[in-house]
T-cell receptor, first 116, second 109 residues
Framework: NAGVMQNPRHLVRRRGQEARLRCSPM?????VYWYRQLPEEGLKFMVY????????ESGMPKERFSAEFPKEGPSILRIQQVVRGDSAAYFC??????????????FGPGTRLTVL | KNEVEQSPQNLTAQEGEFITINCSYS?????LHWLQQHPGGGIVSLFM???GKKKHGRLIATINIQEKHSSLHITASHPRDSAVYIC???????????FGAGTILRVKS
């Protein structure tokens, strides 16, 4: 059973370009979470999704950031018109359905975004 | 004040020493994670617990819900234990994690 997959592992973009980060949850998991780790800072929650639904996006910046988790395929975190301050490691985690907050979250290896 | 506080921020130990990392939180939670992150690396979940104590190999995690406190212990520490250890709480309402700042552990041989 493969773990949480993220790609790309490293992504370089120039200011103003778009960044697309992908997350494939563990098999059987229907809950996906995105977290951001800015340089020299701790991890921060961004968004929590279930299949085709955004459950909690309270940590998402109001502009340029969006996330989706379609019925088929990976979850996508999209950052439009990237700026240098978006440079960070973006981690995805997944958990199985049901159980509320008692389900353990399993983390992917992260995507390290560098904006030039 | 952060909702999740860890101590110490930095810890250097000699190989073989017993290590304790502490986590205090100020919000209602449904569970607590201990995570490990190696430099430039991914995040591994070591434990998730909502009461009592869990043990896995040389690692032990405890939680006291009434006191809003958890500890991670490493027995017979080894240089390969060198990493950042992060406490994260699952908020009582909703599933999102709130993270502590992490404890940077270095174990010298």
């Amino acid at each position: 059973n493969a773990g949480v997959m993220q790609n790309p592992r490293h992504l370089v973009r120039r200011r103003g370009q778009e960044a697309r980060l992908r997350c494939s949850p563990m098999k059987g998991h229907s809950h996906v979470y995105w977290y951001r780790q800015l340089p020299e800072e701790g991890l921060k929650f961004m968004v929590y999704l279930q299949k085709e639904n955004i459950i909690d996006e309270s940590g998402m910046p109001k502009e340029r950031f969006s996330a989706e988790f379609p019925k088929e395929g990976p979850s996508i975190l999209r950052i439009q018109q990237v700026v240098r301050g978006d440079s960070a490691a973006y981690f995805c985690a997944s958990s199985p359905p049901g159980g509320g907050g008692y389900n353990e979250q399993f983390f992917g290896p992260g995507t390290r975004l560098t904006v030039l | 004040k952060n909702e999740v506080e860890q101590s110490p921020q930095n810890l250097t130990a000699q190989e073989g020493e017993f290590i304790t990392i502490n986590c205090s939180y100020s919000v209602g939670i449904s569970a607590l994670h201990w995570l490990q992150q190696h430099p430039g690396g991914g995040i591994v979940s070591l434990f998730m617990l909502s009461s009592g104590k869990k043990k896995h190999g040389r690692l032990i995690a405890t939680i006291n819900i009434q006191e809003k406190h958890s500890s991670l212990h490493i027995t017979a520490s080894h240089p390969r234990d060198s990493a950042v250890y992060i406490c994260a709480v699952v908020m009582e309402y909703g599933n999102k994690l709130v993270f502590g700042a992490g404890t940077i552990l270095r174990v010298k041989s």
